[in-house]
Each structure stands twice: as C-alpha cells, then as structure tokens.
C-alpha cells in the first residue's frame, strides 16, 4: 500500500525560504502525480502544487507561483517542494499527496482543481507538516 511521508517543516520569518520533501514508501502503480495541498486555520483546503511524475510538468496555485518550485526524484520516490520568498500568507499545515491524473483511474475523488488547473483524484496523503512564516 502506498504510503507518503512529509518532512521538513518549520518556523521562518518572512522573506525567508524552506524546503519540504515527501518519500513515497510502496507502489506507485496508478499514482502519477504527486504534489502539495495546504490548510490554514479557519480557511479551506487548497492544492499549492502538483507535478507529473513520469515527465516533470508542473501546476502551481497562483498565489505561489513564481516563489515555489516542485520537483520529482523517481530513483528515491520523493518530491520536493521549495518555498522562497515566505509571507506569513503561506502559514499552513502542509499536505503531501499521491494521486492519478486518470478519470478511470481516480473514481469518486475525481474532480477539478481549480487552483491547480487540472482534473485528478489524490488518494493518498500524508500526515501533515506545520509551516509557519513571522511577520
């Protein structure tokens, strides 16, 4: 059973950058996205970014686009997500995520992300991990 593992998180002032990593523990047959999801407190749940495993392309939400850059590690199963120009905006737990880019793959959890431009289902998630940017 695919598992993934978030690491990395942290507390850093604004301007400031940090880099989160997720292993991806198991088989990936099915899964050929994996990216990040966040959720502040009282706000709700939103994609940050998303890349295809098998190529490299990537989706970012507008709102950290041009500071964030996701990339794929295929020999190690592990994605990266480096977050440079910090606001507190960005204070979240942040989500790591396995899912398809397949309709007939993705079942009830296939749906449109706005904020990421693409239709997926993320079926597998990680724990979790706070990322908290001071003023």
């Known amino acids: 059973q695919l598992q993934v593992r978030e690491s990395g998180g942290g507390s850093v002032q604004a301007g400031g950058s940090l880099r989160l990593s997720c292993v991806a523990s198991?088989?990936?047959?099915?899964?050929?996205?994996m990216g990040w999801f966040r959720q502040a407190p009282g706000k709700d749940r939103e994609g940050v970014a998303t890349?295809?495993?098998?190529?490299?392309?990537?989706y970012y939400a507008h709102s950290v686009k041009g500071r964030f850059i996701i990339s794929h590690d295929n020999v190690l199963k592990t994605v990266y997500l480096q977050m440079n120009s910090l606001e507190p905006e960005d204070t979240a737990m942040y989500y790591c995520?396995?899912?398809?880019?397949?309709?007939?793959?993705?079942?009830?959890?296939?749906?449109?992300?706005?904020?990421?431009?693409?239709?997926?289902?993320?079926?597998?998630w990680g724990q979790g991990i706070q990322v908290t940017v001071s003023a």
């Open positions: 890349i295809y495993i098998e190529h490299g392309a990537a």
């Open positions: 198991g088989d990936m047959l099915g899964n050929n996205l």
């Open positions: 995520v396995a899912g398809t880019s397949l309709r007939r793959l993705g079942g009830s959890r296939y749906q449109y992300y706005d904020e990421l431009g693409l239709y997926a289902a993320f079926r597998v």
